[in-house]
């Protein structure tokens, strides 16, 4: 059973910054590509920050210079920094592997809320 947990979500300025955590379970950790997905209100869950085994980085073009997604092997955990922060950041922050975000009806973490408000 695979477990996701999210964390580091909150209330933040424009401008401001948030460091997001994912614990995720060591047998998929390492072998897959991560992933940090967002759901905004009444909008579809997006990808946008990936990175793979071997440490390339993909970004959403809306995150691109001010996001940046790493992992550390040895804590199994993957990190989103979030810098810059904008109104339209505001959602619901999710991680997963991504061969497993795209298989119908997968389980999913609480995922963290990031709000970006004045």
């Known amino acids: 059973q695979v477990q996701l947990v999210e964390s580091g979500g909150g209330l933040v300025q424009p401008g401001g910054s948030l460091r997001l955590s994912c614990a995720a379970s060591?047998?998929?950790?390492?072998?897959?590509?991560m992933g940090w997905y967002r759901q905004a209100h009444g909008t579809q869950r997006e990808l946008v920050a990936a990175?793979?085994?071997?440490?390339?980085?993909h970004y959403e073009d809306s995150v691109k210079g001010r996001f940046t997604i790493s992992r550390d092997y040895v804590k199994n955990t993957l990190y989103l920094q979030m810098n810059s922060l904008k109104p339209e950041d505001t959602a619901v922050y999710y991680c997963?592997?991504?061969?497993?975000?795209?298989?119908?009806?997968?389980?999913w973490g609480q995922g963290t809320q990031v709000t970006v408000s004045s």
């Open positions: 990175v793979t085994s071997d440490g390339s980085a």
């Open positions: 060591g047998s998929i950790f390492s072998s897959s590509s």
């Open positions: 997963n592997a991504l061969d497993r975000a795209m298989l119908p009806g997968t389980s």
